[in-house]
């Protein structure tokens, strides 16, 4: 079981979020794995249920980690860009304004590493 500070203002959900965020950064979960299931989280952090749901869908949110449906919750691709509703919704704007590579650039703000190709 992994303990929580009962010490500290940062709500449970937020500690959880850092502890696994710091367990990708350490190598523990790598691009593509599973983490836990949303049934064995609680009671490795000993909380309710709720607040890994809220935890974990935030890193969803986040483009940290992924679901799929029937399999569980994985580890996203941090170096390659999400391809979500989001992204798509900003680009179909940009297309629209016709905006210059430049604003392009300042409009989009990324949680990930982007690669640029300027010819």
């Not at 980690?65 to 940009?94: C, K, W």
Request: charged share 25%; proline share 6%.
């Amino acid at each position: 079981m992994i303990k929580l500070r009962p010490d500290t203002w940062v709500p449970k959900y937020e500690q959880i979020k850092n502890i696994i965020r710091n367990e990708i950064s350490k190598g523990k979960y790598a691009a593509g794995s599973r983490i836990p299931s949303e049934n064995k989280l609680p009671k490795l952090f000993n909380v309710g249920k709720n607040t890994v749901l809220k935890a974990v869908g935030d890193l969803v949110n986040d483009g940290i980690l992924y679901r799929e449906q029937g399999r569980g919750t994985f580890v996203a691709n941090l170096h390659s860009p999400r391809s979500d509703s989001r992204n798509i919704g900003l680009y179909l704007m940009s297309q629209q304004r016709d905006m210059t590579d430049a604003e392009k650039l300042t409009f989009f703000t990324p949680n990930y590493p982007i690669r640029v190709k300027l010819s």
